[in-house]
T-cell receptor, first 115, second 116 residues
């Protein structure tokens, strides 16, 4: 069975500081991995995804994530936090191509950005 | 591209009534759509998988007779909450699965349901 663990339900950084949101997964097959962001009372917006190929994935708004198979991790980073980055972030995993497409979500991490 | 809409964005209804929520993929075809439920400060809980032209597949613990799902076309899925009760109040989010490419799911903006 697949699962996703996001370490830290709440992360607080200062504006301009590095953002690091942690995600570990378990999967018996090569996974597809996703990061989504959710602003209050809104749906989810895709930040980035890893399917195959290059393990360092760049997304929107300056975010990137690196797939590390040996560590079963897919941590999300951004070099310099902006106030507008304050939101809820979800890591998710799916089986990959040809499957049902079901996503398994982590518990979410609330990112707070202090001025 | 890859825009998903939901209608309505919020709805308030009386207990015992039924509410229909629409989910549309605006610029792509989606043979599969998903319906999620999200409680405050929590993650998304998958309720069911909606496949165009066939019956929906419900997750364990989700009452299929209470949450009716119809996926009549490649761009539209509907969720009907029948005989709604206050405990059904929640944020309902749909997503549409991109068929070609990398099976990415694109999410709608969500529907806030409040049952009085």
């Amino acid at each position: 069975a697949q699962s996703v663990t996001q370490l830290g339900s709440h992360v607080s950084v200062s504006e301009g500081a590095l953002v690091l949101l942690r995600c570990n997964y378990s999967s018996s097959v090569p996974p597809y991995l996703f990061w989504y962001v959710q602003y209050p009372n809104q749906g989810l917006q895709l930040l980035l995804k890893y399917t195959t190929g290059a393990t360092l994935v760049k997304g929107i708004n300056g975010f990137e994530a690196e797939f590390k198979k040996s560590e079963t991790s897919f941590h999300l980073t951004k070099p310099s936090a902006h106030m507008s980055d304050a939101a809820e972030y979800f890591c998710a995993v799916s089986h990959g191509s040809g499957n049902t497409g079901k996503l398994i979500f982590g518990q979410g991490t609330t990112l707070q950005v202090k001025p | 591209g890859a825009v998903v809409s939901q209608h309505p964005s919020w709805v308030i209804c009386k207990s015992g009534t039924s509410v229909k929520i629409e989910c549309r993929s605006l610029d792509f075809q989606a043979t599969t759509m998903f319906w999620y439920r999200q409680f405050p400060k929590q993650s998304l809980m998958l309720m069911a998988t909606s496949n165009e032209g066939s019956k929906a597949t419900y997750e364990q613990g989700v009452e299929k007779d209470k949450f009716l799902i119809n996926h009549a076309s490649l761009t539209l899925s509907t969720l009907t909450v029948t005989s709604a009760h206050p405990e059904d109040s929640s944020f309902y989010i749909c997503s549409a699965r991109e068929v070609f490419g990398t099976d990415t799911q694109y999410f709608g903006p969500g529907t806030r349901l409040t049952v009085l």
